[in-house]
């Protein structure tokens, strides 16, 4: 994609979608408010969490993708409570344990306690999901991967958000084989959803989205492998503007990968999710001509 059509594709989304500025002293007037009440919270949630979930940190690697990605991992471990980490996009984002993997799919259905973010092309195909296994996927625009319904309100660290009540369904597991228990979370303001999946029970699935938080100072690393370039790989250079509008900077490494057409990302570190300070360096490694 040149970049006109980038540019052109960026301002058609944008028009679509009424997103105001972020707004930053209220997020930071919230946050300060609520830190001390969240982190007596979250200890005694994530003690119960890392002693009772069992999850993977192998990852797979999307189509077209070449190397996988490392693990999506905060950059501020101080926010959270040792063995849980942030993932996030915008000012949003979430916390989980450690020692869940990210992106960790089997014909579209997670098989281990996973984060799904950036996830890109992936093959469907018969594939129940196991019993036990969480997974939290996030997102930016309005939700549309899945059939997202307001049914109320609330505030999380001074910021409005409208959730979509937990229900449980058999039909959730497209085999029949077992319940699935789904929740949302969408922050209008800051163009972010969360999905929580589970096929435990619905506290899971509230138990999950309870941990959200919004950091003012903290903005999460974008996704690249769901830029759309009419079925081709992301580039760098298409990859570059979403880092610039989320505060960041790029830094581009090339490899020599025969095969590969000049410029297709393998990977970005940090990667997508991880919440990093404004102005932080993205290192973007392209194929090389």
């Not at 999905?195 to 919004?214: C, F, H, K, Y």
């Not at 999460?220 to 960041?248: F, M, S, W």
């Amino acid at each position: 994609m040149i970049e006109s059509k980038l540019t052109e594709l960026l301002e058609r989304t944008g028009d679509q979608t009424a997103v105001g500025p972020p707004p930053l002293d209220a997020l930071r007037a919230g946050a300060a408010r609520r830190r001390h009440r969240r982190t007596a919270a979250w200890s005694a949630v994530s003690a119960l969490t890392v002693a009772a979930v069992i999850g993977g940190t192998t990852l797979l690697a999307t189509q077209g993708s070449g190397d996988p990605s490392p693990p999506v991992a905060t950059a501020t471990p101080g926010l959270v409570p040792a063995g849980m980490r942030l993932v996030g996009l915008g000012h949003a984002a979430i916390a989980v344990p450690k020692n869940w993997g990210t992106n960790e799919l089997t014909c579209a259905t997670p098989k281990k306690d996973t984060v799904l973010i950036d996830v890109g092309a992936v093959t469907l195909c018969g594939m129940p999901r196991p019993v036990g296994v969480e997974s939290l996927e996030l997102g930016r625009g309005v939700p549309q991967v899945f059939d997202f319904h307001a049914e109320e309100t609330l505030e999380i660290d001074g910021v409005r958000a409208e959730r979509q009540r937990t229900t449980c369904s058999d039909e959730g597991n497209f085999l029949g084989q077992g319940t699935i228990c789904t929740g949302a979370v969408f922050i209008p303001s800051l163009d972010v959803w969360f999905l929580a999946e589970s096929s435990t029970n619905a506290e899971e699935v509230d138990r999950m989205l309870g941990r959200i938080v919004v950091e003012p100072d903290l903005v999460g690393v974008p996704g690249y492998r769901a830029i759309d370039r009419d079925g081709k790989q992301p580039t760098g250079e298409d990859y570059a503007p979403l880092l610039e509008q989320a505060g960041l900077k790029a830094e581009f490494r090339t490899r020599k990968s025969p095969g590969y057409p000049a410029g297709t990302i393998f990977t970005a570190v940090p990667a997508p999710g991880t919440m990093v300070a404004p102005g932080a360096t993205v290192t973007i490694t392209v194929a090389g001509s």
